[in-house]
């Protein structure tokens, strides 16, 4: 049987179609969560904003009704002992969905996350190519970070699939709930969920190792015992995957850290220097056209100078090795990431601001692009708005084509003063004899027509470069109108 198909009830009531159709509606209306809430009609959220579904609002009851032929039962006795549960649902032929059923007011509420069944992979949204090259480690620790509804989990999988996809490994994914279905390919995956196919992640981790994985998912490192024990796999030889709610990568290191007691501290940190491969952050952002939202993309990844920064606990030189290794590691940090979609166009400046942590950085990184002959806002770039390298290569080309104007002029406005002088000493030469008169014209000549010579050569060197930034500009247009028209498909074009 199916995962989908588990994730339904034994009898489908009036409740449940009810239910259903509710969740298609928010398929429909390409909506990301449904909300539940006594007093309210249904909400949901569209481009990161609630909106109510109809105009009835749901009584205590009616949400009761709706939510008790869903939950699991061995569920139950944990909503009554711990007040909230998660767990997959599925609709079908419309989508999965991740619930999270809980108590506010001495009342029930929920909300269900959308969990397509068919997710993009990653060359489908637009993200920093480097994001695939973290898909063929041989071992360490990549970390997927950002607060809630930033696409960890849909960005995880696809990471996941594309391992799957193109290696020979045994996948191991511990879950709760699960979400994602991951399908097999030239890898083999095996999805476990916890209260399903294992009572904790500590306990699947224990066991994980003797199940012969080569890669490791873990849905979240929520306390001290997993992080330790995803920590130890990751130094043992396999590639772990997780997730944590943190909104940078020096807050990653901190959090992970500080999870430990202080007399721990500098073990963890050896730990962290030789296994953190990647930390991949994710903010995600209103796109300025108001067709969804776009991922600005923080990144980390391991170097000598990171590994030792880490071992020492130096985590604002962390912060400021990211941001001066954009063109040769290819990191960048979420200001950088920001600032390259402001430029693009593909967000607002105010947008930009709002979610930035750090908005005087931000304001400030703007000006200097700006000041320093930066990209058009609104102009259009190849592969991903969010890379910031992508804008250090156009500086480079448009500096390339300043300096060789500048030599350009310089060159003829030399030939030109030589003229002059030239041309001062023959008037004063006056009334010399013809002889010297014919020589001195004969050479002004010979000097005008290698004047000439020269100007052609500068001018050909410019119509080239100029042609050639011109054939830059048409090709990029051309490629993000193919990005533009793909990321309009995938998830968060939605």
């Known amino acids: 049987m199916l995962l989908q198909d588990c994730d339904r009830p034994a009898a489908t009531s009036d409740a449940t179609a009810q239910l259903d159709e509710l969740l298609r509606d928010l398929v429909k209306s390409q909506g990301s969560d449904l909300h539940l809430k006594p007093g309210r009609p249904p909400l949901v959220r569209i481009n990161g904003l609630l909106a109510p579904l109809g105009a009835t609002a749901l009584d205590p009851a009616t949400i009761v009704r709706l939510l008790d032929p869903l939950i699991p039962t061995h569920l139950r006795s944990r909503l009554e002992r711990e007040m909230a549960i998660d767990f997959g649902y599925g609709v079908p032929g419309c989508s999965r969905f991740r619930a999270s059923v809980f108590c506010q007011r001495g009342t029930r509420a929920a909300v269900f996350r959308r969990v397509p069944f068919d997710f993009p992979g990653l060359d489908d949204w637009g993200l920093p190519s480097i994001l695939g090259e973290f898909c063929d480690v041989s071992q360490g620790l990549v970390l997927i970070t950002g607060p809630t509804g930033s696409g960890k ?109 202080e007399n721990n501290h500098r073990q963890v940190r050896q730990q962290l220097a030789a296994c953190l491969e990647a930390v991949v952050s994710l903010q995600l952002v209103p796109r300025a056209d108001q067709t969804g939202m776009v991922a600005a993309v923080e990144i980390l990844r391991r170097t000598p100078q990171i590994s030792r920064l880490i071992l020492e606990g130096d985590y604002q030189a962390v912060h400021e090795a990211i941001e001066s290794s954009v063109a040769y590691h290819r990191m960048q940090t979420m200001n950088q990431s920001l600032a390259s979609l402001i430029v693009h166009g593909t967000i607002s400046r105010e947008a930009g601001l709002g979610v930035s942590t750090k908005p005087g950085e931000l304001d400030l990184l703007l000006r200097k692009l700006v000041g320093a002959g930066g990209t058009e806002e609104g102009e259009p770039m190849a592969e991903s708005t969010s890379d910031f390298s992508k804008i250090l290569k156009l500086q480079e080309v448009k500096k390339h084509y300043d300096d060789l104007q500048a030599r350009h002029s310089e060159e003829i406005g030399g030939r030109d003063l030589e003229i002059s002088e030239l041309r001062r000493q023959l008037g004063r030469l006056g009334g010399q004899g013809q002889e010297q008169l014919d020589a001195l014209r004969q050479e002004n000549a010979r000097l005008a027509e290698q004047i000439q010579v020269l100007r052609k050569e500068y001018e050909t060197k410019l119509e080239r470069a100029t042609s050639r930034l011109k054939d830059l500009q048409v090709r990029s247009a051309s490629e993000a109108d193919a990005t533009l028209e793909a990321k309009k498909r995938g998830f968060f074009g939605r």
Request: charged share 25%; with cysteine; glycine share 4%.
């Open 153 to 261: 989990s849909s960005t995880l999988a696809a990471m996941v699939q594309r391992v799957v996809d193109t290696r020979c490994h045994h996948v191991v994914t511990i879950e709760d709930p699960i979400e994602f279905l991951i399908n097999d390919d030239l890898g083999s995956v095996s999805q476990r969920e916890i209260g399903i196919d294992t009572p904790n992640f500590s306990a699947a981790l224990r066991n994980v190792l003797r199940q012969d994985p080569d890669v490791i998912m873990v849905g979240e490192m929520r306390d001290e015992e997993t992080i330790r024990t995803v920590l130890t796999a990751a130094e043992t030889g396999h590639l772990v995957f997780s997730t944590l709610h943190t909104n940078d990568a020096v807050q990653t290191v901190d959090r992970i850290i500080t999870s430990f007691p």
